[in-house]
C-alpha cells in the first residue's frame, strides 16, 4: 500500500527552496520542453458564472510529464474575482499534485499558488541569464508592483547582479510597499514610466493591462524585455514597434501562439523557444546587428516549470525530514 501524500504549504515551500535552486532545475527543463522530451498539452481553462454571484469563475489545468525529472505533475488553480472582496478569501486558489511517474501514487500536495509565483519569476531569471549572456546587464527595471512584481524583484536581485534597479506601479504607495516587503535595499520607486525605462538593460513587465503600457519608442537599443503579464490572447503589454523590431522568444511556441495577446495581436514573428537557445540548436542573433533592435522573452507559464519545481520542492522536504530522523 502506499504512503499518504504529503501536504507541503506555501510558507513551508518558502523556506524549503532559494530562487537561485529554482532558477538552475528551470534551464534544463525549458531544453527538455523544447527537443521534445516533455509530455505537455495546452493549458486549459474552464470559465463559468458562479452561482448566485455576478462574476465569472475560472478553473485553469496545467499537466505535464517529464522522463528526465522522473515527475507527474498536475497544476490546478481558480481565479474568483469577487473573493475578497464577499468572502474575505483570496482570489486565486490553487494546488500541485506531484505524482510518481512510475506507479501514478500521489507523492505530495503543494501550495500551487506560490509555486505559480516562484516559479515564474525564477523561469524569467532564467531566461534573462541566457538572453544577458554575452553582455551582462547593469540596469533592472520592474513594471508593477504585485504579487508578480515581489516574486521577481527577489529572484532576479538574487540571480543576478545589476548596480541599479528601478521599480514602477501605477500606484506610488503600493510600489512603495512592494519595495519594503521584498525587502531588497537600493530599490528606486520611479514616478514616470518613461523615465525608469529609458535606460534600463533589462525590463520586466508584470501586469495585466487591457492595452500596452509599454513602447518601443521609449526604450534604449540592445534591451532585453521579459514579457511576464498579459496572458491572454485579448491583452497585451508592448506595442508593436516594440514587438515588430524585436527577436521574439517564447517559452512555448504552440503556447505564445494561443494564449498571448502581444503574439497574436501584432502578428508578432516568433524566433525560437528558450529551450532551443540553450540547447543550441537555434543561435541567438546580435541586436542590434541583425537588424532588430530589442530581444523580448515572452513567457506565458508552462506545466514542465511546475514538474521541476514540486519536485524539487518534495526532494528538499524529504531531505530535510530525514536529517531530522
Given at each position: 500500500m502506499s504512503s499518504p501524500p504529503l501536504y507541503i504549504s506555501g510558507p513551508e515551500v518558502r523556506g524549503l527552496v532559494s530562487m537561485t535552486d529554482l532558477m538552475e532545475a528551470m534551464r534544463p527543463a525549458f531544453q527538455w520542453f523544447s527537443t521534445g522530451r516533455v509530455v505537455q498539452p495546452l493549458r486549459t481553462t474552464t470559465q463559468f458564472q458562479v452561482n448566485n454571484q455576478d462574476q465569472n469563475g475560472r478553473l485553469l489545468s496545467m499537466?505535464?510529464?517529464?522522463?528526465d525529472a522522473e515527475s507527474l505533475a498536475v497544476k490546478l488553480l481558480t481565479y474568483f474575482p469577487e473573493n475578497m472582496s464577499i468572502h474575505n478569501i483570496q482570489n486565486l486558489q490553487g494546488i500541485v499534485l506531484l505524482l510518481d511517474?512510475?506507479?501514478g501514487s500521489m507523492r505530495a500536495m503543494i501550495d500551487?499558488?506560490?509555486?505559480?509565483?516562484?516559479?515564474?519569476a525564477a523561469a524569467s531569471a532564467c531566461a534573462i541569464k541566457v538572453l544577458t549572456l554575452t553582455t551582462p546587464p547593469k540596469t533592472l527595471c520592474i513594471v508593477g508592483s504585485g504579487v508578480q512584481a515581489r516574486s521577481h524583484l527577489e529572484a532576479l536581485t538574487e540571480t543576478i547582479s545589476y548596480t541599479r534597479v528601478i521599480l514602477w506601479g501605477r500606484n506610488r504607495s503600493h510600489a512603495e510597499q512592494c519595495v519594503r516587503e521584498v525587502g531588497v535595499e537600493g530599490v528606486e520607486v520611479c514616478d514616470s514610466l518613461e523615465?525608469?525605462?529609458?535606460?534600463?538593460?533589462?525590463?520586466?513587465?508584470?501586469?495585466?493591462?487591457?492595452?500596452?503600457?509599454?513602447?518601443?519608442k521609449w526604450c534604449k537599443p540592445g534591451a532585453v524585455i521579459c514579457s511576464v503579464g498579459a496572458s491572454r490572447p485579448d491583452r497585451r503589454e508592448l506595442d508593436d514597434e516594440l514587438m515588430h523590431n524585436s527577436v521574439v522568444i517564447v517559452d512555448t511556441r504552440e503556447g505564445a501562439l494561443k494564449e498571448s495577446g502581444d503574439i497574436i495581436i501584432p502578428q508578432a514573428e516568433i524566433y525560437a523557444e528558450l529551450g532551443e537557445i540553450i540547447a543550441?540548436?537555434?543561435?541567438?542573433?546580435?541586436?542590434?546587428?541583425?537588424?532588430k533592435k530589442f530581444i523580448v522573452f515572452k513567457s506565458v507559464g508552462m506545466a514542465v516549470e511546475d514538474?521541476?519545481?514540486a519536485k524539487l520542492i518534495y526532494d528538499k522536504y524529504i531531505q530535510k525530514r530525514d536529517n531530522k530522523q
Open positions: 499537466v505535464a510529464y517529464s522522463s511517474s512510475t506507479t500551487g499558488v506560490v509555486v505559480t509565483d516562484i516559479r515564474t523615465e525608469a525605462v529609458r535606460d534600463a538593460d533589462v525590463i520586466v513587465t508584470v501586469t495585466m493591462p487591457k492595452e500596452p503600457v509599454l513602447y518601443g543550441g540548436t537555434k543561435t541567438l542573433p546580435t541586436v542590434p546587428g541583425c537588424g514538474v521541476v519545481s
